[in-house]
């Protein structure tokens, strides 16, 4: 039997001296156990040596519970379902609404192209009075030089054509193509050495004034409403833009006499 001794500080002293293997069982009740008060005194001098083959019971880890890969899969879905950071992907019909609304988009924005921007040259000639007949019936008018080459009538074209169909019966709208011999003579009566050129004329065929090239279209639409109210003289008169010089006309003869292009 081993010497136990209830005095903490001569246990250093002591060394067993028996085998390990044959130490009592009743020796091994008084091994106490770590406590978190590492101050406590022990009161065991011998302990026995501890087997590595035997498991600990210090620290034992939870049985795991074999799950099934349905199981698995059911708990991955739910959490996916609950978890409101990821998006979800659209359905048909969300695509369907997406296309519908895309194509009364591009529907709208073509009709709108076509209604302020579709305008053309060729169709304000058609739709202007001959000159003499302007000069005849006792209106205001409106005379516009241009050319078909012109990159700035083409531009103002819409614009024309809005302040065309505003003032439609109390002033005329008349169309001079530059290009056309015929009109030399009106060519030098207005001094047109750029195009476009819009000489604003009384209801006597008298000029008020006249402006040229490329101007904001209120201009032109205060200028024929002066004329449409039969005012004296016009607010935007001698006003002069970007324009087109006239020297780069290509002169031809128009045969047709109604002909005022």
Same mark, same amino acid.
């Given at each position: ?111 709108? #192209? %076509?209604?302020? !921007?579709?305008?053309?040259?060729? /169709?304000? $000639? ?6 003499? &007949? ?34 439609? #019966? %109390?002033?005329? !709208?008349?169309?001079?193509?530059? /290009?056309? $011999? ?6 030098? &009566? ?72």
């Amino acid at each position: 039997m081993a010497r136990v001794t209830s005095n903490p500080v001569g246990l250093h002293r002591f060394r067993p001296c028996f085998r390990t293997a044959q130490l009592p069982q009743q020796l091994r009740a008084f091994i106490p156990s770590r406590t978190n008060d590492h101050r406590r005194l022990q009161t065991v001098a011998c302990q026995k040596t501890p087997n590595p083959s035997e498991p600990s019971t210090s620290e034992k880890s939870p049985p795991v519970e074999p799950v099934s890969g349905n199981e698995v899969s059911s708990t991955v879905m739910s959490s996916c379902s609950t978890d409101p950071g990821i998006p979800e992907f659209p359905n048909k019909n969300s695509n369907r609404q997406v296309a519908v609304v895309s194509t009364l988009a591009a529907l709208a924005l073509f009709l709108s #192209g %076509r209604l302020d !921007f579709g305008v053309s040259l060729k /169709d304000l $000639t058609v739709a202007a009075l001959p000159y003499e &007949e302007a000069l005849s019936n006792g209106k205001p008018t409106v005379v516009e030089f241009y050319a078909d080459w012109c990159e700035v009538c083409r531009e103002l074209a819409p614009d024309v054509y809005k302040v065309e169909q505003q003032y439609k #019966g %109390r002033v005329n !709208f008349v169309m001079l193509n530059v /290009d056309n $011999t015929k009109w030399e003579q009106e060519l030098d &009566e207005f001094g047109v050495e750029g195009i476009p050129h819009f000489a604003f004329l009384d209801k006597e065929g008298n000029e008020e004034g006249n402006v040229t090239g490329r101007l904001p279209e209120k201009y032109l639409r205060e200028n024929v409403d002066a004329l449409s109210r039969g005012e004296a003289s016009i607010p935007h008169a001698r006003v002069v833009g970007q324009y087109s010089s006239a020297e780069n006309r290509k002169v031809h003869q128009i045969v047709d006499p109604r002909s005022h292009g």
